[in-house]
């Protein structure tokens, strides 16, 4: 195999969406290459109806991961927002609380 050796030939230890899906195209070739013969290349069909379900699972991990990033830039927004806005009124209770403001 030109291009993957040793642990990149692992789907868990792929590093990248595009690695995963090329490892599981190896994998689908070489099963190919065992019921079919070294020389026979599956048609485009084949190829797509196997790496389908791989492609959409890998982008959709993109996509949830790219989602909560977003998420916790919001959340993080608004926590500092409420943090301000805590110690701003804070500030005003105690000036409040002072016997010299009644």
Request: charge should be negative; glycine fraction near 4%; charged fraction near 25%.
């Amino acid at each position: 195999m030109v291009g993957f050796t040793g642990a990149s030939q692992n789907y868990i230890l792929a590093e990248s969406m595009d690695e995963r899906v090329a490892v599981i195209m190896v994998r689908f070739y070489e099963l190919w290459r065992t019921a079919y013969g070294p020389d026979a290349l599956p048609d485009i069909e084949t190829c797509r109806k196997f790496i389908k379900s791989s492609v959409w699972k890998e982008a959709l991990v993109c996509a949830h991961g790219y989602l909560h990033h977003m998420k916790d830039e919001v959340t993080m927004k608004v926590d500092q927002k409420l943090a301000h806005d805590i110690m701003l009124h804070g500030a005003d209770v105690e000036l409040k609380l002072k016997l010299e403001h009644l």
